[in-house]
Nanobody, 115 residues
């Protein structure tokens, strides 16, 4: 079924930026949608941003205008550029890939926004 490998999490001050990366293993050759989700302590997992192979994007209202999702044109990978981070951006961020056979999740990467 393949795996997703995430990277780019870390700690940043409010107003700072981080870039998350998610790459699929070589056994995965296509997708119908890929995206980023996050789960803050004590809260349910929520959608942050999603992108299709054709480049159609969708964002949560809370990140619109500050976050940007993009896809790699040469491999199965997506990126999340997070600017103007706020304290409520502190969460575990998960990559998700959807395809005709179902969906898979990455292991998650932690983002902490704190002064």
């Amino acid at each position: 079924q393949g795996q997703l490998m995430e990277s780019g999490g870390g700690s940043v001050q409010p107003g700072g930026s981080l870039r998350l990366s998610c790459e699929a293993s070589r056994s995965i050759s296509s997708f119908t949608a890929m995206g980023w989700y996050r789960q803050a302590p004590g809260k349910e997992r929520e959608m942050v941003a999603v992108i299709t192979p054709s480049g159609i994007t969708r964002y949560a209202d809370s990140v619109q205008g500050r976050f940007s999702i993009s896809r790699d044109k040469y491999k199965i990978a997506v990126y999340l550029q997070m600017d103007s981070l706020k304290a409520d951006g502190t969460a575990d961020y998960y990559c998700k890939l959807q395809n005709s056979w179902g969906s898979i999740w990455g292991q998650g990467t932690q983002v902490t926004v704190s002064s």
